[in-house]
């Protein structure tokens, strides 16, 4: 069955391909709907061939899959998984992501109580995911959910897109924003998103607060004006 | 001439009144602007009672004023005053305050770079603020930018003040928030400044961004959707 749907679905990996995405939850859905949207070569890899087959299927025609210990094909790879998986699978990967731009869309929020960040102070997942690989991570689109990002668009209007990284990396991903029909707020170096991380805990807390009906994993962050 | 001034256009502080401003800057005149709106009795208070008296004069008729140096009249104080000169007037007031609600709008931002800020990590202006004081601060209006906050709107809406603190204060400035024609987001305790200076530093930033000409200190930070 493995075989029959990466055979059927599946793409070889040694193609040109511009974006990896890891994960096939609604953010990987949501990425990878947007990466189709701007027209780029995308694979999706998860740690089930069998699954990331049936996702790639999914999405659409001539779409790669693999699984998660293949080295990714895309020149950026988005890590659309949990913060400790994010960590997890990028550790295993080792120098395979050397030459790699990652993008961490992560909120290492504590879901218990929607209150605090599992990260210290004066750090971020982004970070703590840098400090693990010698490929250039850039923070983008934690503050997206996956509603909004799958239209790219809020409230009628392209959908705000934060990314914070070294310049050159974070210059491609916002390239990738802008085909994606999003528009991208670059905010510096990688270090803030932790003002990113930090203000997603308060939207996030939004969301499950019950005086705050309106809000259900649909809003997004924008700047207006 | 101060006391002419006084006379004509000052009012006793023995008055009822709602909400004290201190400090005659832009933000000072915005939010005193939404509190006429609001339909509260106001009192504006600054180092020098010319100063003040002409500012409530050029603001209406019937807003009190003072100087710094009164006991503020208003249930709600707000410091609209940069961070240092907050600091030091709470300290100088000691236990006056001690029955207000202290509405603190700073943003610690080092202005030399935007790009950090001037409180340790894990800390924020309006804890510090607090540390100072046994009055109950609120951290609201430090991401609404005095244009937009005058005319209290935003790209045709309600404009979104995030506020931080005690529940019972904290309710307290948000049902002045709704008062004066503006949505308020209730982010949880005072702790959670940090997240609301931190993404403000972002925003600041992007003000002076050249990448960004058209974000010119009349944005808004908003929740669509």
């Keep these: 069955m493995k075989n029959f749907l990466a055979r059927l679905f599946g793409k070889k990996n040694d193609m040109n391909?511009?974006?990896?995405?890891?994960?096939?939850?609604?953010?990987?859905?949501?990425?990878?709907t947007r990466s189709i949207a701007a027209g780029k070569s995308l694979q999706v890899l998860a740690r089930s061939t069998e699954t990331a087959a049936t996702f790639a299927a999914e999405l659409g025609t001539g779409i790669a899959s693999g699984n998660t210990a293949e080295v990714p094909a895309g020149r950026?790879?988005?890590?659309?998984?949990?913060?400790?998986?994010?960590?997890?699978?990028?550790?295993?990967?080792?120098?395979?992501?050397?030459?790699?731009?990652?993008?961490?869309?992560?909120?290492?929020?504590?879901?218990?109580?929607?209150?605090?960040?599992?990260?210290?102070?004066?750090?971020?997942?982004a970070e703590e995911i840098s400090a693990l690989t010698s490929a250039t991570v850039v923070k983008a689109f934690n503050t997206t959910f996956a509603g909004p990002l799958t239209s790219g668009s809020a409230d009628g209007k392209p959908l705000d897109v934060f990314v914070a990284g070294e310049e050159s990396a974070r210059s491609e991903v916002a390239a990738f924003?802008?085909?994606?029909?999003?528009?991208?707020?670059?905010?510096?170096?990688?270090?803030?998103?932790?003002?990113?991380?930090?203000?997603?805990?308060?939207?996030?807390?939004?969301?499950?607060?019950p005086a705050l009906p309106d809000f259900n994993w649909g809003t997004a962050l924008t700047i207006v004006g």
């Design 17 to 32: 391909i511009d974006i990896t995405i890891i994960g096939t939850g609604n953010m990987g859905r949501a990425l990878a």
């Design 177 to 209: 924003v802008i085909a994606a029909g999003m528009r991208p707020l670059e905010v510096g170096g990688l270090h803030h998103a932790r003002e990113l991380e930090g203000f997603q805990l308060l939207v996030m807390a939004m969301q499950v607060n």
């Design 76 to 125: 950026i790879v988005v890590l659309a998984l949990p913060f400790d998986a994010a960590k997890e699978y990028v550790a295993a990967q080792g120098s395979a992501l050397d030459s790699k731009i990652l993008v961490d869309i992560t909120n290492p929020v504590d879901f218990a109580t929607f209150d605090s960040l599992t990260t210290p102070a004066g750090s971020s997942a």
